[in-house]
């Protein structure tokens, strides 16, 4: 009777307690026909639903990343403070959803030009401090390593070390499409990652001060001659990157409880990704980040999660070791 | 031997018979951290002050020493303190070789993100090895005192006295670096590989060496850790606080030469453990940080480099 009501009760998410279950009856569970055949169906089922939770998860990583790209990619700006911002982001949206009970992506987009001024802000230290100086760049990884550790302790004094989340409407709610589950909370941010990677990729290829962000990387001098100061475009262009950055915020900690060092955790996955697609290439960001993001949860449903944040490094080397210049890269 | 490794010793001795004159084990308690973040500042400053490399994984070397210490208390547990050490070293050093051969070929930023994301996969790899304690962490149990010469000595001060060897040990070594052909082929790769590479330094080669020297002196600072707290667990090992303290005593010290990192860990290492006992940890390490920022941004030579721009700035009128 005991086991008859584990296996009811693990039927639908969990085939892996559904084995377990059956390893101790040591007899099949009722309703199979035979031995193998549930087991082929259900891991086939699992295997699906851990390749669209990866899908959903990669629309997250482009969130996370995009900014990383611009910065990185475009800018040549080894930004590694870019996952502080992002908790950063999380923490603001998580005050006002506390206390006001706003959308957290809403939040997000109304906090966006705040976080564009705080960018622009950094870039201006950054430049005057390292980049006119010359290529000193063990000063500049210092620098941007003191912003990543100062955001982090500062948080922990303000907020302390619990794990915070935030409440909507779409965070419980699952679609359900025949066997495969669709969690609205993955749902959401995903869609807000990709909307987000179109919305720059628009404006970085269709604008003049787009087109302008793209040449700064290949040529200053040409840009001067346009009539553009290369100081100024990269001021924008590292605001935006640090701007995406209240959203990805917002974005994670709808799909996870935050604590201020676990931006730690992404900061081998936004290098791993933007790497991966190749610096500077934005479609190549969504590449990369889909593939972390299905390899991530793969990883963690048939090895379990605590084996998951190591799959990003090994991700990061192979591809450094094999071609540094990415998928879609063009150095 | 060299006059500087006597001096060192001669110093190094002055400092435990004043230390034990005070009479009180909080002293030794306090200045092993000191000491250690000594090792661990100028292990970092061999690659990131003469190579110009920056690691920002100081803690996943560390703790790897630290970790080799469990997994041979747990195997053999008759191993003495300074075998386990050396072995400590060996294997982070090794991880060292291996992390820089896989990136170094690259631009140097490759290597710093390696780094950083290292820290977290080391800390995967230990969060699931249950045989060294796994996320639970495990129990050092050691002995109230030692005999050491025929000499009753706490434990805490002979941890004390083993990190003071490995203190003068690295300080000769980083000294030695500086002024042999090696440390010229360090210094022509921090300004101008390409120049350097061309001219003929095997630069490869010499990254190679700083990285496998670097990330063994911190294998070495961190061995004797899980003897010095007696309870060891993934977060404490691999806390920021190491790789930040790693890089923020050199650049605040100064990087050029073994004694800048000398002189950040001393006052960054007191500031932290006055801080600590008079307001609370975090509010230390939030003033490393925000020093950090402030002198990279100021002053980029560190304290050496204010020094001796004042000194010049006297000699000249």
Redesign the interface.
Known sequence: MVQQSVWQNAARPNSARQNAARHTTGKPPPGATGPEAPAMIFSMELLLNALIAGILLGGIYVAVTVGISISFGILDI?N?AHPAFIILGSYIAYTMNARFGVDPILIAIVMMPAFYVLGALVYE?YYH?FERRGT????G???F???L??T???L??TFGVDYRSVEAAYIGPTWRIGYLDFPLRMVVPCVVGLLMLVALQIFLSRTFTGRAIMAVSQDQLALRLMAADPIRIKRVAFGLSIATTSLAGAALIIIQPIEP?IG??Y??RV??IA?LGGLGSLPGTVIGAMLLGIVESLTSTFY?P??A??V???L??IT??VR?AGILGRR | MSSFTLAAIVVAAVVFVLARMLENEYVFFAGYVVLQFIVLATAWNIL?GYC?Y?N?GSAAFFAVGAYSSVALYKAAPILPLPVLILIGGLVSGLIGLGVAY??LR?R???F???T??????I???V??WTFVGGSRGAYIIRANELNVFGYELPYTQYLFLLMLGLVVAAIVTARAIERSRLGFGFATIRDDEQAAEACGVPTLRLKLIASTLSGAFMGMAGAPFPYYIGYIEPASAFN?LYA?NA??MP?IGG?TSWIGPLIGAILLGTMQEVARVTISS??G??I???L??VF??IA?RGIVGLVREHLIARRKP
């Open positions: 080894v590694i230290v401090s000193d760049a063990l000063g990884l210092a620098f390593f003191g912003l550790f100062i982090e302790v500062a922990v004094l060092s730690r955790e900061i081998g290098f791993a790497v379990g605590s084996w944040p190591a990003a490094f090994g990061l080397l450094l070791a540094p | 990131g110009g920056v920002f896989l990136t690259l140097g930023v490759f710093a993100i390696a950083l994301a290292l820290a977290v996969v800390q995967t790899l969060i699931n920021l930040v890089i923020a650049m990087t975090v509010v390490v939030l490393v940080g925000v950090l920022v990279v941004i980029p």
